[in-house]
C-alpha cells in the first residue's frame, strides 16, 4: 500500500512552519473529515489563512487540493472495511513467495518506522518515564492482550502502572484517580471500539495525557490524544496485524527502560530477592 496522509505528516512535520503544523494537528485530531471539507472550511477550523492549508498540502507532495482529498477518500474507505468485505487479494511485497502474510508484516514494521520520527518516540517515552506520573493501558477487543503485555513490563521497571480491565464501567470507576499527571494508553485499530472513544473522550475532560497507538487511518481517539503513534496492519488477510503495534509497545518499554536505568535496575534487584525469598 501507498503511504497514507498521516504518515507523510509524521515524516514532514519537523520541517513545517508553525502555521503548517497547526493545519497538520487540525487534521491529524479530525482524521481525515477536516481535509475533505473546503480548503476554506479547513482553514477556519485550523485557526489558519487557506493559502497556509495549500501550502500544507504542496509540502505533503501533492499537486492539488483535490488530489489530496482523493487520497483521504480512499484512506476512509480502508479505515470502514470490516473483515467480511475486506478483499484477501492485496498486494505483498516484492519477492514475496511462500509466505505473503510474514512478508508484509515485515514491509508494515519497515515502512513505520521510516515514516516515524525520532521525537514522536522520544515524546511518548518521556511521558511513561515521569515517575511521579500514572500510567494507564488500555486496548480493544483484539488489541487489548498488547496493553496487558505492555503493562506487565512496565510494572516491573516502574511503579503507578495499572492495566484497565473488565467492562466499561470499570472504566469509568477509575476516572476519579485520573488527572493532569496521569497518562493513558490506549491501542485501537479498525473497527474503532466506541467504547474506547467515549473513555478517551472523558478521560482527555480531566486532563490526562492520552498516547494513542493505532493503525495507519488514525483511530477518531486521535482528537483527544497529545500523543498519536500510527503503525501499518494491513496484511494479506481478512484480518489485521497487530504485529507492528507489538514492536512499538516493546520499542517504548526498551526505551523507558533505558530512561529509568538506575532506578528500573535497583527495582529488578529488589523484586528478585522478593522471589528468592
Known sequence: MGTT?????????????ASERKA??????????IGLRTVAEFS??????????LRFVSRLGFQSYPEF?????????AQLQSPLNRT??????????????????????????HHLSAQQLDDVTEALSRTRTHVYLLGGRFTDPIAI???????????????????ESNWRDQLIDMGKKDVLVIFDIRRYQDSLIRFAEKAQARGVEIVLIT????????????HVI?????????????????????????GVTQKLQNSSAERIRDMEQLRDG
Not at 487479494?89 to 516484492?94: A, E, H, R, Y
Open 5 to 17: 496522509i498521516s504518515e507523510l505528516i509524521s515524516e514532514k512535520i519537523d520541517a513545517m512552519s
Open 24 to 33: 497538520a494537528q487540525t487534521l491529524i485530531a479530525n482524521y481525515p473529515l
Open 44 to 53: 477556519t477550523q485550523a485557526g489558519v489563512s487557506s493559502p497556509t492549508i
Open 69 to 77: 482529498q482523493q487520497v483521504l477518500q480512499q484512506e476512509l474507505a
Open 88 to 113: 484477501t487479494i492485496i498486494q505483498s511485497p516484492k519477492g514475496s513467495a511462500a509466505y505473503p502474510l510474514m512478508e508484509a508484516a515485515i514491509e508494515n514494521i519497515r515502512e513505520t518506522f
Open 149 to 167: 503485555y505492555m503493562a506487565a513490563h512496565l510494572k516491573i521497571i516502574r511503579s503507578g502502572v495499572t492495566h484497565l480491565t473488565g467492562q
Open 215 to 226: 493503525d495507519q487511518w488514525l483511530s477518531p481517539i486521535a482528537r483527544f490524544a497529545r
Open 230 to 254: 500510527a503503525g501499518r496492519t494491513a496484511v494479506p488477510s481478512p484480518w489485521d496485524s497487530s504485529t507492528t503495534l507489538f514492536l512499538m509497545a516493546e520499542t517504548l518499554i526498551a
